[in-house]
């Protein structure tokens, strides 16, 4: 059984950076894909960006530019680093891991842009 813990969510001012952190437990990381998603209030879950396992990355036009997804195979991480953050990034960030057949979501860590 695989679990995802993410950290690093909190409260920023607009134009701050984050950076989130997932870390998974087991032994298939490295041969699993890995995204964000995020969901604000009254609205559907949204893919952010994904990191496939080669490293090969997509992320949404409304992040391009300003986040970056990147893993640490060594330490069974993923990872979003999050720049000129908007209000309108303010939601619940997930991260998800992809591996065959098996999907495992985290439990998730607010994001909060706001002055």
């Known amino acids: 059984q695989v679990q995802l813990v993410e950290s690093g969510g909190g409260l920023v001012q607009p134009g701050g950076s984050l950076r989130l952190s997932c870390a998974a437990s087991?032994?298939?990381?490295?041969?699993?894909?890995m995204g964000w998603y995020r969901q604000a209030p009254g609205k559907e879950r949204e893919l952010v960006a994904i990191?496939?396992?080669?490293?090969?990355?997509n992320c949404a036009d409304s992040v391009k530019g300003r986040f970056t997804i990147s893993r640490d195979n060594a330490k069974n991480t993923v990872y979003l680093q999050m720049n000129r953050l908007k209000p309108e990034d303010t939601a619940v960030y997930y991260c998800?891991?992809?591996?065959?057949?098996?999907?495992?979501w985290g439990q998730g860590t607010q994001v909060t842009v706001s002055s």
């Open positions: 087991g032994s298939i990381f490295s041969k699993s894909a």
């Open positions: 990191i496939g396992n080669s490293g090969s990355t």
């Open positions: 998800k891991l992809v591996y065959g057949s098996l999907t495992t």
